[in-house]
T-cell receptor, first 112, second 114 residues
Framework: KNEVEQSPQNLTAQEGEFITINCSYSVGISALHWLQQHPGGGIVSLFMLSSGKKKHGRLIATINIQEKHSSLHITASHPRDSAVYICAVLPTPGAGSYQLTFGKGTKLSVIP | EPEVTQTPSHQVTQMGQEVILRCVPISNHLYFYWYRQILGQKVEFLVSFYNNEISEKSEIFDDQFSVERPDGSNFTLKIRSTKLEDSAMYFC????????????FGPGTRLTVL
């Protein structure tokens, strides 16, 4: 089973700072999801990627398949970015049960 | 923008009772999922559903759980005899075309078993 590790567990930043959240996994994957969980509990999908880099607004997600590592970057952070950011991975087909395995999440607090 | 909806938002039940959690996926989506998140813990996969049958299920999804798509719009999760440890937030999600696609999550149902 894939082990998904996120770092840091908690992150406090000043408004405007550049933020990086990391995700490592132990077994090869077919896709990786970055999700945002709001303080109220709701979950929003930010990115799904299987290679390279994706950008949406101030958010950038990268993945290095060889190193089994992905990063989520937030540029010009804002207090409304405060949330828990979750990494989830999907195994390659045939590599056991085809389901998402989630990390524990990184809690981000952005202070004005 | 289309969204996944879930009802109720909060359900309180007594241990041993049956509960049904309801979800309305996005209308043109074909794949449906249930996840749970025990308070303070990570999200866990329960089951995926496609073409009116279960496509994958986790070890958590034992005989006390079942899913159904009773009509063209609803997707339900039934827990037959609730236990204290079933207390969690349950999220429904849907995607247009399978796992390697963006999943859209509902707001969740908080289940409290007393």
């Amino acid at each position: 089973k894939n082990e998904v590790e996120q770092s840091p567990q908690n992150l406090t930043a000043q408004e405007g700072e550049f933020i990086t959240i990391n995700c490592s996994y132990s077994v090869g994957i077919s896709a990786l999801h970055w999700l945002q969980q709001h303080p109220g509990g709701g979950i929003v999908s930010l990115f799904m990627l299987s290679s390279g880099k994706k950008k949406h607004g101030r958010l950038i997600a990268t993945i290095n398949i060889q190193e089994k590592h992905s990063s989520l970057h937030i540029t010009a952070s804002h207090p409304r970015d405060s949330a828990v950011y979750i990494c989830a991975v999907l195994p390659t087909p045939g590599a056991g049960s085809y389901q998402l395995t989630f990390g524990k999440g990184t809690k981000l607090s952005v202070i004005p | 923008e289309p969204e996944v909806t879930q009802t109720p938002s909060h359900q309180v039940t007594q241990m041993g009772q049956e509960v049904i959690l309801r979800c309305v996926p996005i209308s043109n989506h074909l794949y449906f999922y249930w996840y749970r998140q025990i308070l303070g813990q990570k999200v866990e996969f329960l089951v995926s559903f496609y073409n009116n049958e279960i496509s994958e299920k986790s070890e958590i999804f034992d005989d006390q759980f079942s899913v159904e798509r009773p009509d063209g719009s609803n997707f339900t999760l039934k827990i037959r005899s609730t236990k204290l440890e079933d207390s969690a937030m349950y999220f429904c999600a849907s995607s247009e075309a399978g796992w390697v696609n963006t999943q859209y999550f509902g707001p969740g149902t908080r289940l409290t078993v007393l």
